[in-house]
């Protein structure tokens, strides 16, 4: 049976997703008067449990704006990805997933009819960029952070949300791929350095600067 949500002020609530034959696990939160809703998209080998994008999520509650973090796998294939580290690059795999999500989220009572973003780390900013492309109609806008854009191949040309690509000055091999999938982008699109962070943005500051990118770009576009 899949989960009912009935939005409360500021409340987080636990969902199961239907996925064609998989339940994926989520956490749902609708701050009071929430103007859109941010979907999380994890990276390679994280989980809704990602302390990074759980504080970015906090901030994004802060400014208005519910929040999904949910798993991409289950915990089965979360055990086999363990070891072979192959599904977590299955781009094609995790669009789909991120496509049946929204699908879930247009049809819910408590986030039906909100606006949609975005949020994409690492390989899970590939599937975001793809699932956008797909359904240029459910995605109001895209961030990335850190993300392998670049995985998104030939999809990048068809994405139409809105998408800001937040790198880390000192990631400078991510740095150069973001700025190749900026050229295939052909929406309304920009690239954010943040100086002197690396990959994870685990500077002092780094992450906190992320978070205020990210809000801006979604307060403009989802509200």
């Known amino acids: ?4 949500i009935t939005p409360t002020a500021s409340s987080t609530r636990s969902v199961r997703v239907p996925c064609s034959d998989v339940m994926l696990n989520g956490d749902l939160t609708i701050p009071e008067a929430a103007s859109g809703l941010v979907l999380f998209v994890h990276g390679s080998g994280s989980s809704r449990h990602s ?8 901030q994004l509650q802060e400014g208005g704006l519910a929040t999904l973090l949910f798993d991409l796998l289950t915990h089965s294939e979360e055990v086999i990805d363990n070891r072979n580290a192959e599904l977590r690059f299955d781009i094609g795999l995790l669009a789909s997933r991120v496509s049946a999500v929204t699908q879930w989220l247009r049809n819910e009572p408590a986030t039906r009819g909100r606006k ?3 949020f994409g780390a ?4 590939a599937a975001a960029l793809v699932a956008a492309a797909q359904q240029p109609f459910d995605v109001a806008a895209i ?3 850190g993300g392998r ?16 690509l937040i790198v880390g000055g000192a990631d400078s091999i991510v740095l150069e791929l973001n700025e190749g999938a900026l050229a295939r982008l052909r929406c309304e699109r920009q690239l954010q350095i943040v100086d ?8 002092p500051g780094a992450l906190d600067q992320v978070a205020q990118l990210a809000r801006a770009w979604f307060k403009r576009h989802l509200t």
Request: aromatic fraction near 6%; charge should be negative.
């Open 1 to 4: 049976m899949v989960d009912r």
């Open 51 to 58: 302390p990074r994008n759980r504080r970015v999520a906090e």
């Open 116 to 118: 949609i973003g975005y």
């Open 122 to 125: 690492s390989t899970g900013a």
């Open 143 to 145: 961030v990335s952070r």
């Open 149 to 164: 854009a670049d995985l998104a191949g030939e999809a990048l040309a068809y994405v139409t949300a809105p998408t800001l």
């Open 196 to 203: 002197g962070a690396t990959h994870l943005f685990e500077e």
